[in-house]
């Protein structure tokens, strides 16, 4: 069930009318069933998947918790018998074990995910490098699923795994509950990656009916889906054009195709993000927020804190910080500063993780020699403008008072789409080698005029364009006017009517202006033989 | 306090029925009017309109709507008929659409055209359209709906078209705005008339069929529709109409020819009987073949009102005063529009 | 403490660790330091930093960062 069926909305509206009925007692349980439900309308094949990640995350935790509860006890009993070393033995054996089942659960469901999303990425590397030598494929690809969901709820229940076996979590006591927690159905396509800690206390508590609550979650369920079905999905079909057939599309069409993706991807993730928190709100329920205005950032560092949010912390928390206190690296950084002075040392450890952990973004997004040169490029880029900060420093010493200037902010913000346009055009080519070529083109290969009559043979039409532009003008306005707080709660200062009138107005324009449903071709109806 | 949260009540109340109306507005203006183009669109919802107390009522796709003139069967027999078809209506459809006719009134004869035994399964989004949305609500309705979905379709957008038709906003003409709540009558008891002359030039090819037994799911309406009509009292009969495109199979013909002697129906496959109706393919088919024009309608109702006069014992109603005023002016609007071809 | 200023001097001599508490919120110690402190605190105390004691509670002061140390030390 896509966000944009019929039957989605169809499904929320029973699931909600619902949850307000019963005792509140049993609302987790009734959002359980309605996860299954949702779940199973993909197929009950990703319930068995979803099934091991719960039951063997929920056992792990289990058993660590206990296991510290334990070491903990035993401690306090021996306090006075034993001396520091013999503690500190005892707890370094005890935490081996702890260690152990980590692992073993880290390795069970990062293997899950490994084998179901990599297996034929790694094949068709192996065929490519024995076609060198043989001058053919030896192995066959393997049909496998990806179940709906599983890059997401794999990573956020490993977050609680790890939570756990840091002592930062609890652990989740009732079964039924942890599922619940892995398989809430409003994130498990696209996020956002929640942590046990802030999830758990809003997912499990009971919600009374408040109107401000759900009518703030309908509003901002609206706005999302004004973003995904007025932009993204209408504009995805000139993207697609362009992107699909690279022979006629170069040039200035790639320099559009890159705009236009923006713009989808923009509309469609934060959309579908503000859909996600926004029906969760309506149950009640606190989500982490994923987006903060992105593109309205300095430089890209500055743009990864606030775009995908929760995935970047993600892989700060539970990657990026432990590569970098883990022995191999603090001893690459004592090597390094020995031997190649202080500079290079403290640049090459870093160096060294910022590039491991881009490289997992990158074939976390998918599996594609595409998206880990991405995730790599990303971090050529974030590293270079680190290293490029005393030049800015001395330019900005030069030109006193320019960071305040508006002109200076728009030019880094256009700085910031522009970059992070042109390094997410690996999203939408083929292969690297293609989208490095369409890249070069814009440069090359720039005949406007043509191109401009040509932009309306992708599949849409002057007014869908038109409404597009509108849209995006008005997403725009939006996200300046959110810079001085919320606009749903200056909008419930105002009379029920004003209110009431701006809700139906973004009904009103999706339902119109949004491409949904099977879309009218006026073609279709021609006459012909019947 | 009270008063004023009462006021404020009363304010979003009026706001929500204004709403409704809004997007009540904007369906109507959204969906095809099939005024100019694409006529066969509304031929289904003009029959509400037309005076209920017909002899004979036809079902079926183009081959009965393009093919039979109800105006020719009056001039000539005094027989009031209508025609319920549609574009290339499927059985199911016509088996619907006659359940929800037979609500309205009890002919003596009903008429189905068999083309449509070759569709076993939901074809083409757009035709459905034009078959249901014309359609009143009722159980008929949404039981057609729900046998006529293709896979993409959904229930609701045919409860609310508006989320079938809301893209029309970029094509929208000035005859969606002039039609929004009332339309003109494009046809003459469910009869578009057509007045171009366009002779067949090549005969067409019978590429073979892998399959040439009609589905069970056709078979099982085209049941119902007998079982339906003896239930009333009504006497079904069965027709081929005489165009030749698209092509009618002799093994389709043998298992009508069979079903037909087998439930005691009469049958009439007027291919056979070209000549002897007097049609000349040469000048009385508007689109080479596919459909016949008004001279050919004419030829056939005549032919075949003859045939059901006396294989259902009708009446002639010319010296009916409750029908002759209704009669007397579609004559004349159809003469009117014959008239402005030659 | 002495020994972890030198450690901290050495990244910016400028910056004065007995007083300052905004070391992290202020961005004066940036990914490249933090890597070099944990190793260097690793060489010279022999105590491992885990990657959940990374945050700004620990090392936005010189303070806070050597009662870490002293607690890791304990344990």
Redesign the interface.
């Known amino acids: 069930m896509l966000f944009t069926s019929?039957?989605f909305v169809?499904f929320l509206a029973c699931v909600l009318v619902l949850y307000y009925l019963i005792p509140v007692r049993f609302q987790w349980i009734l959002l359980l069933v309605a996860n299954v439900f949702f779940y199973a309308c993909s197929g009950l094949y990703g319930l068995l998947f979803m099934g091991v990640t719960i039951v063997t995350s929920y056992a792990a935790a289990r058993i660590m918790s206990a296991v510290q509860y334990h070491m903990d006890d035993t401690v306090k009993a021996h306090k006075e018998v034993w001396s520091k070393q013999e503690r500190?033995a005892y707890?370094q054996q005890i935490k081996r074990k702890k260690r152990m089942i980590f692992i073993g659960c880290l390795l069970v469901n990062l293997g899950i995910l490994a084998v179901l999303k990599y297996t034929n990425f790694a094949i068709a590397n192996v065929n490519g490098i024995a076609a060198l030598f043989t001058g053919r494929h030896s192995i066959a690809r393997v049909n496998l699923v990806l179940p709906l969901g599983i890059s997401f709820y794999t990573f956020q229940t490993m977050g609680y795994v790890i939570d756990v076996y840091?002592g930062?979590a609890e652990a989740e006591k009732n079964i039924f509950k942890m599922a619940l927690f892995t398989s809430f159905f409003p994130q498990l396509i696209q996020g956002p990656i929640s942590r046990f800690g802030e999830l758990s206390q809003t997912l499990y508590a009971p919600h009374r009916f408040d109107f401000r609550t759900v009518w703030f979650g309908l509003e901002r369920v609206l706005w999302g889906y004004f973003k995904k079905l007025v932009i993204a999905d209408r504009i995805v079909v000139a993207v697609n054009a362009i992107v699909g057939q690279p022979d006629i599309y170069s040039g200035f069409y790639v320099f559009c195709g890159m705009l236009f993706y923006a713009a989808e991807l923009y509309a469609d993730f934060t959309g579908g993000i503000d859909i996600t928190i926004g029906i969760a709100q309506m149950f009640g329920i606190q989500l982490a927020e994923n987006f903060e205005r992105p593109y309205f950032s300095k430089n890209i560092a500055e743009y990864w804190r606030r775009w995908h949010i929760t995935m970047g912390t993600w892989f700060k928390?539970y990657l990026?910080?432990?590569l970098?206190?883990s022995?191999p690296?603090?001893?690459m950084?004592?090597f390094c500063?020995r031997h190649f002075g202080?500079a290079a040392?403290?640049?090459i450890?870093?160096y060294f993780?910022?590039l491991v952990v881009w490289f997992a973004t990158g074939i976390w997004h998918g599996a594609s020699w595409n998206f880990i040169v991405w995730g790599l490029l990303n971090a050529v880029v974030i590293l270079l403008s680190?290293e490029c900060r005393p030049l800015y420093e001395k330019f900005h010493a030069h030109f006193p008072g320019i960071q305040k200037k508006y002109a200076y902010r728009i030019f880094q913000v256009v700085r910031t789409v522009l970059l992070m346009s042109s390094l997410r055009m690996l999203d939408c080519y083929r292969n690297v080698g293609l989208t490095f070529k369409m890249f070069g083109t814009m440069f090359t290969d720039w005949n406007m005029t043509a191109a401009m009559k040509g932009l309306l043979q992708l599949g849409l039409?002057a007014?869908?364009y038109a409404v597009v532009a509108v849209a995006v003008v008005l997403v725009l306005c939006v996200s300046l006017k959110q810079r001085r707080g919320s606009i749903r709660e200056r909008l419930y200062e105002r009379?029920?009517?004003v209110q009431?009138?701006v809700v139906?107005a973004l009904l009103?324009a999706i339902?119109?202006?949004?491409?949904?449903?099977?879309?009218?071709d006026?073609n279709?109806?021609?006459?012909n033989?019947? | 306090m009270v008063r004023s949260k009462i006021k404020t009540l009363g304010i979003v109340a009026v706001l929500m029925v204004l709403s409704v109306l809004a997007l009540y507005f904007a369906q109507a203006l959204l969906m095809p009017k099939y005024m100019s183009n694409v006529k066969e669109g509304a031929l289904i919802a003009e029959y509400y309109k037309a005076p209920k107390n017909n002899d004979v009522i036809f079902i079926g796709d183009c081959e009965v709507y393009e093919n039979i003139s109800p105006v020719t069967l009056w001039q000539e027999y005094g027989i009031t008929s209508y025609i319920r078809g549609s574009a290339q209506q499927l059985i199911w459809q016509s088996y619907y659409l006659l359940e929800e006719t037979l609500r309205y009134e009890t002919p003596k004869a009903v008429v189905f055209n068999v083309l449509s035994m070759k569709y076993n399964e939901p074809q083409n989004e757009a035709y459905n359209r034009m078959t249901l949305d014309g359609m009143k609500w009722s159980d008929s309705k949404a039981a057609s709906i729900r046998a006529s979905m293709t896979e993409k379709e959904s229930f609701i957008s045919y409860v609310f078209p508006l989320l079938r038709f809301h893209s029309r906003w970029s094509a929208l003409t000035k005859e969606d705005f002039r039609y929004m709540f009332s339309k003109d009558m494009v046809s003459y008891n469910g009869y578009l008339l057509q007045t171009e002359r366009k002779g067949v030039t090549t005969q067409p090819r019978k590429t073979p069929l892998a399959d040439y037994s009609f589905g069970e799911n056709a078979w099982d309406y085209l049941d119902k529709i007998t079982q339906l009509c003896k239930e009333k009292n009504i006497r079904l009969v069965l027709m081929k109409a005489p165009t030749i495109y698209p092509v009618w199979y002799d093994e389709w013909e043998e298992q009508i020819k069979d079903y037909a002697a087998q439930k005691d129906l009469p049958y009439y496959n007027f291919l056979e009987s070209i000549q002897e109706s007097g049609i000349d393919l040469t000048t009385d088919t508007y689109d080479a073949g596919l459909h016949l024009n008004v001279w050919g309608a004419e030829k056939l109702s005549r032919y075949f009102g003859q045939i059901l006069r006396t294989e259902c014992d009708l009446p002639d109603h010319r010296q009916d005063s409750a029908v002759l005023s209704y009669w007397q002016e579609m004559e004349e609007r159809y003469e009117a529009e014959k008239g402005t071809a030659d | 403490m002495e020994q972890l200023i030198e450690i901290l001097k050495e990244l910016h001599p400028d910056v004065d660790y007995e007083n300052c508490t905004t070391l992290i919120t202020d961005k004066i110690l940036d990914s490249f330091d933090m890597i070099t402190i944990i190793a260097e605190v690793h060489n010279r105390f022999d105590v491992v930093i885990p990657a959940d004691e990374l945050g700004p509670e620990n090392f936005n002061s010189a303070r806070a960062l050597y009662a870490l140390i002293t607690r890791l030390e304990d344990e």
């Not at chain 1, 339902?511 to 009218?520: D, E, K, N």
């Not at chain 1, 279709?524 to 006459?527: E, G, P």
């Open positions: 019929f039957e169809a500190k707890k840091r930062k928390d990026f910080y432990p970098s206190a022995m690296v603090l001893s950084s004592t500063r202080a040392g403290r640049r450890p870093v993780v910022t680190q039409t007014a869908d009379t029920a009517a009431y009138l139906f009103f339902l119109i202006f949004g491409a949904y449903g099977i879309g009218y006026a279709q109806f021609i006459y033989q019947f």
